[in-house]
């Protein structure tokens, strides 16, 4: 998986932040006005095309100033944003798409049904959604300016979600110019359809980027929800400051010379919420879960009994007591489909128990025939959150008379370390820990956590035969009610072999001037510049 945006600052910050730090922008940098707003954003925007690298800062750029064909609104749901009209024919394999009046490029030329091929072609170089609708697709092609079609070989029931999809990288529509490119090479023309234009007079790389409207937008007339409905823009301009000292960005908040923190470190949570100016705001309500990964190949995990063993002996409040600041923002998972997803559920989860079940671990490892092998817990030092979890779970092991072993490195040493698939006696390993998006986990035809082909499946190689069968149905499935049962079917089967073990999930809150309103944000959390507005 690649580095979520909270993997930026989990090294965390001095220990408890002043009320106040002393402002560096202010010799720089004039207060805000009351139509442009100020960002600080996790990370450095470095790379512009969101197909060509999905990490979470060249998403966001993406969501400004491009626009895709549909999008999930805030009960997951897809609908129709780029498209106006849109229909299947009796036996599934044909999809007719009409894009909507009043499209347009920032260049000043319309958006066309070409320009949709092209787009939806570069994307599928290189999501796994988009390579399955790929591999059933016998033709995309336009009928005329607006209006395209989708040939399949075979129906693909999850063909409407994969358009409206959250994770990176996002179906962005782009021109067919820039979509004729492979997708293995970056686009540099940064110009979209969406609600902003990038403003490249102002670009200043590693000092700020600017978004202004788009005057001749022409948002939906559903009003906002997730990222479907209306992209009412209420702001001439938005500037992302990037400032990568996190005092520094503190001290520009509480000033009024910023009016959003994407990131602040969970050490200033109390700052800022004694500050009368600041919030806090969850904008993903999914957050994060947290995943320990266990090597399947070798000793003690190669058998199921053991695996049972860690789902007893996890207590997820205790571990969430050291990977989140403040209680309110951890809350425990028992579903491989997440908290917040359309297929979270409770199949198969009698193994919770609050505080755990040491004794029954302690049963389960005897009946595993554990004979005091040693378990290896790759702990990457430079990530606080699952560093801590890491030392946790150690001391977790030892209590239950195992002998687990700490292998502490930064992150680039865990992902070399935890590709060797050998017994630890020759570097290899029997535990990490690590996180992914909530709402990833509602697609189990791409979410690398939940494959189960043994070594072609992801770091720990789980295998269940009976798992992958039913995976494999889920692009066939056609309704909501179908894949529910089905995700229902694999939890069973999942619980029982123990694919993996999760930790609970976090949420991570933005800070915000409370004049600054109207915030609203996706399935996956990205910030969305439109909406907000300053009072």
């Avoid at 990530?383 to 930064?410: F, H, I």
């Avoid at 995700?487 to 600054?516: C, E, H, N, Y």
Wanted: glycine share 10%; charged share 25%; net charge neutral.
């Amino acid at each position: 998986m690649t580095i979520s945006r909270r993997d930026l600052i989990k090294m965390g910050t001095a220990a408890g932040a002043a009320v106040s730090f002393p402002s560096i922008l202010r010799a720089q940098a004039a207060p805000t006005d009351a139509r442009t707003v100020h960002m600080v954003m996790y990370g450095n925007l470095t790379v512009f095309d969101p197909v060509f690298n999905a990490t979470g800062v060249t998403t966001t750029h993406g969501l400004a100033i491009y626009d895709t064909l549909f999008a999930l609104d805030s009960k997951s749901m897809p609908q129709p944003q780029m498209v106006g009209k849109w229909g299947v024919s009796e036996d599934k394999k044909t999809y007719t798409f009409e894009l909507r009046d009043g499209l347009g490029w920032h260049d000043g030329t319309p958006v066309t049904a070409a320009d949709c091929v092209a787009s939806i072609r570069r994307w599928a170089q290189v999501d796994g959604g988009g390579q399955l609708l790929m591999e059933r697709a016998s033709d995309i092609s336009k009928k005329d300016d607006k209006t395209f079609t989708i040939a399949l070989k075979e129906p693909l029931g999850t063909l409407i979600e994969y358009l409206a999809k959250e994770s990176g990288p996002v179906p962005f529509m782009m021109r067919e110019k820039d979509a004729k490119r492979p997708a293995t090479e970056q686009v540099t023309a940064n110009i979209g359809s969406g609600p902003f234009k990038f403003n490249e007079a102002l670009a200043n790389p590693g000092a700020k980027f600017a978004y202004d409207r788009n005057e001749h937008y022409a948002p939906r007339k559903e009003p906002p929800d997730g990222r479907a409905g209306g992209k009412v823009v209420k702001v001439d301009r938005g500037v992302w400051d990037q400032i990568s000292d996190p005092q520094t960005v503190l001290a520009a908040l509480q000033a009024g010379e910023i009016d959003f923190y994407e990131t602040p470190p969970g050490d200033f949570y109390s700052t800022i919420e004694s500050d009368p100016n600041l919030a806090l705001q969850v904008m993903n309500q999914g957050g994060e879960n947290v995943c320990m990964r266990l090597n399947h190949l070798q000793k003690p995990f190669d058998n199921v009994k053991a695996r049972q063993a860690m789902l007893h002996l996890i207590d997820q409040e205790a571990f969430l007591r050291v990977m989140t600041p403040d209680p309110k923002y951890g809350r425990t998972l028992t579903s491989i489909f997440g908290n917040t997803t359309l297929y979270s559920n409770d199949e198969n989860t009698g193994w919770y128990k609050k505080g755990g079940d040491p004794e029954k671990a302690r049963q389960l490892f005897k009946e595993a025939g554990y004979a005091g092998e040693k378990v290896v817990i790759l702990q990457p030092t430079g990530y606080a959150m699952n560093s801590d979890a890491a030392q946790l779970l150690a001391a977790a092991l030892r209590k239950t008379g195992v002998n687990a072993e700490l292998a502490p490195s930064d992150w680039g040493g865990l992902v070399a370390r935890r590709a060797n698939k050998g017994p630890v006696e020759n570097g290899g390993w029997s535990i990490f820990i690590t996180t992914d998006y909530d709402f990833v986990f509602g697609d189990p035809a791409t979410a690398i956590f939940l494959k189960a082909g043994g070594e072609n499946a992801w770091f720990g190689w789980p295998k269940s035969d009976e798992f992958e069968a039913l995976r494999a149905q889920w692009a066939d499935v056609q309704t909501l009610e179908e894949r529910k049962a089905l995700a229902r079917k694999m939890q069973r089967i999942w619980w029982d072999f123990v694919g993996d073990v999760r930790l609970g999930s976090a949420v991570f809150p933005i800070a915000r001037r409370k004049t600054l309103t109207g915030l609203i944000s996706g399935v996956g959390g990205w910030p969305l510049m439109w909406n907000m507005q300053k009072g």
